[in-house]
């Protein structure tokens, strides 16, 4: 996590920098890499011309597209926002580890050498590898605590009948003093926040499903501490591979730069070229006005026919010379010119179709990036961005606009009694039922966990009220089972009317505290704000 927070350069020089250069303050002098006006272009070829002595030519403008550059831009700018919120994901677990080292202890003098050790590690922002380190440190420091605790002492002491009255049940672990039962709780809670929003975030729950279970029935320090190490573990790993997605991203805008110098250069060439036919089409001008103004003058001045015969005759083919080299020169040019854009059209075509296919890669991540990974409905990234389109419509237009809050019933139950795929079916059922019995302009997310939002737009309370009934019976009605045991599930509603002042805080807490009367008042009920 230490090497990743230097940024994806060696140097600690941030990306975005690194690939645009148009920074505020930046040293005169430094020509940026990629420029805002090298768009690829198709060149139009033209025929050769006739030969205009006192005219120059002029090159035909080149058409530009669209500055798709931007588009890449963007998924740098996304990619940055994305790596900040895994900072805070860290910053949450550095300040656990703190809480957890904090609330540990007192209990025993060589585990509060092994938690002042991990705390100044986590101060000091070591890396994965160290922390693995003390974390398996601390197991054992953890178990030499348990085996001296009086507790143990007292167990040992005690008679079999007393101290074993089921020789088949094992004796569970110590369980956190009473003292520091406040922080334990907080502690746990804070964990299983934490691996909730990790969750949310990585999109292979393979890894933390089985986090989020033993977090559940963690019964000591050293095994929460094991939790948060792998944990962190998880977070590095993430963040390397957005630092790897980051890379990738500035080695195709490194291509598409080089295929835009070629073109510039291309250019370069042609405007030369151009230069060059004028230049060589003026001096033949300048030299048949000349050898025709000499040969007036000669005219005027000859007395002796044959004299002038041959002295026109000189001049002539001085001139028919001239010509002739520079028609010889001309049709030099113009191969050149032939292939130099015969293979700057096909260098086109080729970087046409390359960005084709990373218009299509890049607006597949961008949409992929908006949906639930489970589900394959909308994240909360995508309910907060449409939330924000339909306060301003509703707005704009006057029209009403409701909200619902919805979360499964008992969800805790499923995954405990049943484990999490059956959990995961559950959720994949219940998205799939709320997207049928939805209108087409209706919006859907899972918002988090077992929790989804619906925003239903031109209806007033009443009819919205109505709707989520229906989205309610409907999941009522679906069976599930498990090895041949039917499973019930419900869901409850919280539902409130949204205004064009309204923030997204707001309407959550208004929401939020109608499904909470819903859950008290029995469950399976729809209740309105």
């Not at 605790?149 to 004796?171: F, G, I, Y």
């Not at 218009?359 to 995508?382: F, M, Q, V």
Request: net charge neutral; charged share 30%; with cysteine.
């Amino acid at each position: 996590m230490k090497a990743y927070a230097k940024g994806a350069g060696a140097d600690g020089t941030c990306i975005k920098k690194r690939l645009f250069g148009s920074v505020p303050g930046r040293p005169e002098g430094r020509r940026d890499p990629v420029r805002a006006d090298d768009r690829p272009a198709r060149l139009k070829l033209r025929q050769f011309e006739p030969i205009h002595l006192n005219q120059p030519r002029e090159t035909k403008p080149v058409s530009e597209t669209p500055d798709w550059k931007q588009k890449y831009r963007d998924s740098v700018l996304e990619m940055e926002a994305e790596e900040k919120r895994w900072r805070q994901v860290e910053q949450l677990l550095r300040r656990l580890i703190g809480r957890l080292c904090a609330a540990g202890m007192g209990v025993d003098p060589q585990l509060d050498d092994q938690l002042m050790t991990i705390a100044a590690a986590n101060r000091r922002h070591s890396d994965a590898q160290e922390l693995d380190r003390l974390a398996r440190t601390l197991t054992a420091a953890v178990v030499a605590a348990d085996a001296t605790s009086p507790v143990r002492q007292l167990a040992s002491a005690m008679p079999p009948s007393a101290a074993a009255p089921h020789s088949a049940a094992p004796m569970p672990p110590p369980r956190p003093s009473a003292a520091n039962a406040d922080h334990w709780d907080s502690s746990r809670t804070a964990v299983a926040a934490l691996l909730e929003r990790l969750l949310d975030c990585e999109a292979d729950h393979t890894k933390v499903r089985p986090l989020m279970t033993e977090s559940a029935g963690a019964e000591s320090d050293a095994a929460l501490a094991s939790i948060i190490a792998r944990t962190a573990d998880l977070i590095h790993e993430r963040s390397e591979s957005m630092a790897r997605e980051r890379l990738q991203a500035a080695a195709v805008l490194s291509q598409v730069t080089t295929r835009l110098e070629e073109m510039a250069h291309y250019l370069t060439e042609s405007k030369s070229a151009s230069r060059s036919h004028f230049n060589d089409t003026e001096s033949l001008n300048d030299t048949v006005m000349s050898h025709v103004r000499e040969l007036t003058d000669e005219v005027a001045g000859a007395t002796d026919l044959a004299l002038l015969q041959s002295v026109v005759n000189a001049r002539l083919e001085s001139v028919a010379k001239q010509v002739r080299d520079f028609r010889v020169r001309e049709e030099t040019r113009v191969t050149e010119y032939d292939a130099r854009a015969e293979h700057m059209r096909g260098r086109v075509e080729e970087l046409e179709r390359e960005a084709q296919d990373l218009h299509s890669k890049l607006d597949r991540e961008k949409h992929g990036a908006r949906l639930d990974p489970l589900t394959g409905i909308a994240n909360r990234r995508s309910f907060d961005e449409r939330f924000t389109q339909e306060i301003l419509r509703c707005a704009r237009a006057q029209t009403p606009l409701v909200m619902l809050l919805l979360d499964i019933d008992s969800f805790k139950t499923v995954n405990d009694s049943y484990g999490h795929r059956a959990g995961d079916r559950v959720l994949q059922s219940v998205a799939a039922c709320f997207t049928a019995a939805l209108r087409a302009g209706d919006f859907v997310a899972r918002i988090g966990g077992e929790e989804f939002a619906v925003l239903l737009s031109g209806l007033q309370l009443a009819p919205a009220l109505h709707i989520a009934n229906q989205l309610r019976t409907a999941v009522e009605a679906l069976r599930f089972h498990f090895r041949g045991i039917p499973v019930r599930v419900t869901v409850s509603c919280g539902i409130t009317e949204l205004h064009p002042d309204d923030a997204s805080e707001a309407a959550f807490d208004r929401a939020d505290s109608a499904l909470y009367r819903a859950k008290n008042g029995g469950k399976n009920l729809c209740v309105a704000a």
